[in-house]
């Protein structure tokens, strides 16, 4: 199925079987896509919110894997329980999305697993991470100010040329992670946990200015 220029109002794709699908230049207004199979779907240059909505489209429980959003604009999107793993979500707008209970990892046993995620240069704005896991993912030049990461892990992920919000240190693990070319300002060392991260020179002046530590170049 290859679908482009196609608009779709309060369409129900519900529990459809969409499966390496690919939507070019369409616009889903308000529709509903719970417990759709999209694994392997591509969609380009796609919106999924109508200018002055509040309301983004459903995707509650919705199979995701390997699917691709490039220059989509997905704000206000619900992902609530969607199985993520191997999404890629590339030069798009997020801002809003809910992902409570979406699931990028794939478990072999309960305390065995491997997370897969490809998600660069999205605004994420005040999307909502709450105790996600997206470790060993890339996850970078992404914009993260106003999202809730609280009690997520980005472990080992690769967070560099990211934009975060001052508080959202702290909210969640993100050691061993590629930090390089990030604004720090406001990460206070002695509270949150920078081991193995990867920084750059210029960087270690904003994490040791507030210990009173004076760093002079070479």
């Given at each position: 199925?290859?679908?482009?220029?196609?608009?779709?109002?309060?369409?129900?794709?519900?529990e459809?079987?969409?499966?390496?699908?690919?939507?070019?230049?369409?616009?889903?207004y308000?529709?509903?896509?719970?417990?759709?199979?999209?694994?392997?779907?591509?969609f380009?240059?796609?919106?999924?919110?109508?200018?002055?909505?509040?309301?983004?489209?459903?995707?509650?429980?919705?199979?995701?894997?390997?699917?691709?959003?490039?220059?989509?604009?997905?704000?206000?999107?619900?992902?609530?329980?969607?199985?993520?793993?191997?999404?890629?979500?590339?030069?798009?707008?997020?801002?809003?999305?809910?992902?409570?209970?979406a699931?990028?990892?794939?478990?072999?046993?309960?305390?065995?697993?491997?997370?897969s995620?490809?998600?660069?240069?999205?605004?994420?704005?005040?999307?909502?991470?709450?105790?996600?896991?997206?470790?060993?993912?890339?996850?970078?030049?992404?914009?993260?100010?106003?999202?809730?990461?609280?009690?997520?892990?980005?472990?080992?992920?690769?967070?560099?040329?990211?934009e975060?919000?001052?508080?959202?240190?702290?909210?969640?693990?993100?050691?061993?992670?590629?930090l390089?070319?990030?604004?720090?300002?406001?990460?206070?060392?002695?509270r949150?946990?920078?081991?193995?991260?990867?920084?750059?020179?210029?960087?270690?002046?904003?994490?040791?200015e507030?210990?009173?530590?004076?760093?002079?170049?070479?």
């Amino acid at each position: 199925m290859h679908i482009t220029n196609k608009t779709f109002t309060e369409h129900d794709f519900s529990e459809q079987d969409l499966q390496d699908a690919r939507f070019e230049n369409c616009q889903f207004y308000r529709c509903n896509f719970n417990r759709a199979n999209l694994s392997d779907a591509a969609f380009i240059e796609c919106q999924f919110i109508e200018r002055g909505d509040v309301d983004g489209c459903q995707f509650e429980y919705t199979k995701l894997k390997d699917a691709s959003f490039k220059h989509c604009d997905l704000s206000m999107a619900q992902f609530r329980g969607a199985q993520c793993f191997g999404i890629e979500l590339r030069d798009s707008q997020l801002k809003g999305a809910d992902f409570v209970l979406a699931s990028f990892a794939n478990y072999i046993t309960h305390n065995t697993f491997f997370c897969s995620a490809y998600i660069s240069r999205c605004n994420l704005s005040y999307a909502n991470f709450e105790n996600q896991r997206l470790e060993k993912c890339e996850l970078f030049e992404n914009k993260w100010n106003g999202a809730n990461l609280l009690g997520a892990t980005f472990k080992g992920s690769d967070l560099s040329r990211g934009e975060f919000s001052p508080e959202a240190w702290g909210q969640f693990d993100m050691t061993e992670c590629n930090l390089c070319h990030v604004d720090l300002t406001g990460l206070d060392i002695r509270r949150v946990s920078v081991a193995k991260v990867t920084i750059c020179d210029w960087q270690q002046e904003q994490l040791l200015e507030p210990l009173g530590v004076v760093v002079l170049p070479g």
